[in-house]
């Protein structure tokens, strides 16, 4: 069969002729020829190279290489949904399953994805995920991970939980994907729910290894896979991991910011935390809810008033709705930062509360020595019918030590192993010895350590009970404390302070000399002053900070 060519005059070289041989064009070779002619006679051929990929894929036998350099000759102001969508649906039709993955990602890079034509986008996305599957490859990660990506940005959460589900191995870009594909649709306790799902997972380095290794093989990256990487560094503690992750991004969207700001203040690196936040407030990204409650955080463990005055003032400057994320984080940081006023202001208007809110406010008003309000809050918590955890109960304990009431402490402490049938932690002992200490209870409180094997190996719950001794000048319970702290932490000087000095008040000043010499022959020194802050993490373990 002979192959048809045109031979188009020099002089018919118009623009008018050019469109007239794309619309008559019958074969690839024709099109090839008119083609050469356009870019060798027009300057700017953009709606004519448009006409010309119309053609092509138009043609029965698609030359898709060939229709795919055509299209990378059109600049991408010049790229609307439709051509996209063209020759996405083109590479669907001929199994070409790959290509048609990888055009969805870089449609989606490039922020291509008009509201008005979601749906015939979507229609193609499931025709690729269809023919996936029949295919049999949909094991592979890549495809599975975009195909996510893609339902979840569309909006179609349900297609994208089935993806999901249906992914054997799932790794930490996959389970970001889906927990922003909630948070993109407001379903934040589904989003939450994924997000504790994944945490209890621990995550691992060999499972980020092997994320990297899918993400080096991604032809085409967005916000999911860099968002995912930086979450996945920042989980196992990998800073610099997550750090090379964000160089790497060249347009840097407020998720990245977000992710990045998390994971410093996770790890501990407050001030790059909160120098962070302010160098992304100076380039003018908005803050989304992940930023501002890292660097809530940040100022929180760092105790930094003026900072959390200022993140305060962005927060009430922000059109965002208050989440009860955001809202319980500010608490935190008001309570931490001697705000207590603002922080029951803050809960006053919050239209929705969890244990968390009033866990942190309990502990916040018992740390500010306002016990009755603290005990009346949790009451009140109760008649809500939201029910306590270990952190709301160690409030409770505080605040009934700060006040003194030991019987309506031990109401409360069988209360939580009772009714609520909660295990009592190290902590609660600790909380509940340094409460009869400070009774003077001091008998009861190294019955209740006995009592307790937990308590027995702890160091808290003995060191409340030498305090106490120190301060009532108990030398007999204070010797026995201070030898089970010489076991459990030997390197601690202060015990042996402790101890040193509740010799010296009843003027035992031999005794008091000779565990002096203890500790100069152990090489130790007297402990450092230091200032210290607590600090309750997403799953309620409340940490001390020290601030020397």
């Known amino acids: 069969m002979t192959t048809k060519y045109f031979v188009i005059p020099c002089?018919?070289?118009?623009?008018?002729?050019?469109?007239?041989?794309?619309?008559?064009?019958?074969?690839?070779?024709?099109?090839?020829?008119?083609?050469?002619?356009?870019?060798?006679?027009?300057?700017?051929?953009?709606?004519?190279?448009?006409?010309l990929l119309t053609q092509l894929l138009r043609l029965p036998s698609k030359s898709l290489s060939y229709a795919r350099n055509v299209f990378d000759q059109i600049p991408h102001c010049e790229k609307n949904e439709y051509i996209w969508t063209s020759l996405i649906r083109a590479h669907t039709l001929c199994d070409e399953f790959r290509w048609a993955v990888l055009l969805y990602g870089r449609m989606h890079r490039l922020g291509v994805m008009a509201s008005g034509f979601t749906i015939p986008v979507v229609q193609e996305g499931r025709m690729i995920h269809t023919r996936v599957v029949v295919s049999g490859f949909n094991d592979k990660k890549v495809i599975q991970t975009t195909l996510l990506d893609m339902y979840g940005k569309?909006?179609?959460?349900?297609?994208?939980?089935?993806?999901?589900?249906?992914?054997?191995?799932?790794?930490?870009?996959?389970?970001?994907?889906?927990?922003?594909?909630?948070?993109?649709?407001?379903?934040?306790?589904?989003?939450?729910?994924?997000?504790?799902?994944m945490e209890d997972r621990n995550v691992n380095m060999g499972e980020i290894t092997e994320a990297k290794t899918l993400y080096d093989q991604m032809p085409v990256r967005n916000s999911i896979t860099w968002i995912a990487m930086i979450a996945g560094y920042g989980k196992v503690g990998n800073v610099l991991g997550a750090e090379r992750v964000f160089d790497e991004i060249v347009v840097k969207d407020e998720t990245c910011w977000g992710a990045m700001i998390a994971c410093?203040?996770?790890?501990?690196?407050?001030?790059?935390?909160?120098?962070?936040?302010?160098?992304?407030?100076?380039?003018?990204?908005?803050?989304?809810?992940?930023?501002?409650?890292?660097?809530?955080s940040a100022c929180t463990q760092l105790g930094d008033v003026e900072m959390a005055h200022s993140i305060a003032e962005h927060v009430s400057e922000s059109s965002r709705d208050r989440t009860l994320i955001l809202s319980n984080a500010l608490i935190h940081m008001y309570a931490k930062c001697a705000s207590i006023d603002q922080a029951l202001l803050e809960f006053n208007i919050m239209r929705e509360r969890d244990v968390i809110t009033?866990?942190?406010?309990?502990?916040?008003?018992?740390?500010?020595?306002?016990?009755?309000?603290?005990?009346?809050?949790?009451?009140?918590?109760?008649?809500?019918?939201?029910?306590?955890?270990?952190?709301?109960?160690?409030?409770?304990?505080?605040?009934?030590?700060?006040?003194?009431?030991?019987?309506?402490?031990?109401?409360?402490?069988?209360?939580?192993?009772?009714?609520?049938?909660?295990k009592p932690s190290t902590e609660h002992f600790a909380c509940m010895v340094d409460l009869l200490g400070r009774a003077g209870q001091l008998n009861e409180a190294y019955k209740l350590i006995l009592e307790n094997a937990g308590a027995t190996r702890d160091a808290g719950a003995w060191g409340a009970l030498l305090g106490a001794c120190a301060v009532h000048r108990n030398v007999e319970?204070?010797?026995?404390?201070?030898?089970?702290?010489?076991?459990?932490?030997?390197?601690?000087?202060g015990n042996y302070v402790l101890l040193a000095n509740i010799y010296a008040s009843v003027h035992r000043w031999d005794d008091a000399a000779r565990v002096r010499t203890m500790l100069s022959e152990r090489r130790m020194s007297k402990t450092v002053g230091y200032s210290w802050i607590s600090n309750e993490d997403e799953n309620g373990v409340r940490t001390l900070c020290s601030l020397n």
């Open 358 to 422: 009033n866990g942190a406010l309990i502990t916040a008003l018992a740390d500010h020595g306002r016990p009755q309000e603290a005990l009346e809050l949790f009451s009140k918590m109760q008649k809500e019918g939201i029910k306590p955890n270990k952190v709301t109960f160690l409030g409770v304990f505080n605040a009934c030590s700060y006040a003194g009431f030991v019987e309506q402490a031990y109401e409360y402490f069988k209360l939580m192993t009772t009714t609520f049938k909660i």
């Open 154 to 197: 569309c909006g179609l959460i349900e297609d994208a939980r089935r993806v999901f589900d249906e992914m054997e191995d799932r790794d930490v870009i996959t389970w970001t994907a889906m927990v922003s594909g909630y948070t993109k649709m407001g379903l934040m306790k589904e989003a939450r729910a994924l997000f504790d799902a």
């Open 477 to 493: 319970l204070g010797e026995l404390s201070a030898q089970h702290l010489f076991e459990i932490e030997p390197e601690n000087s």
């Open 264 to 296: 410093y203040s996770h790890n501990g690196y407050l001030n790059e935390a909160v120098e962070m936040y302010k160098r992304m407030r100076e380039l003018g990204v908005n803050a989304n809810e992940v930023a501002m409650v890292g660097v809530i």
């Open 11 to 51: 002089h018919y070289n118009t623009e008018s002729t050019i469109e007239f041989c794309l619309k008559i064009s019958k074969t690839q070779n024709q099109l090839k020829q008119t083609h050469a002619r356009l870019l060798k006679t027009l300057s700017h051929p953009n709606h004519q190279l448009h006409n």
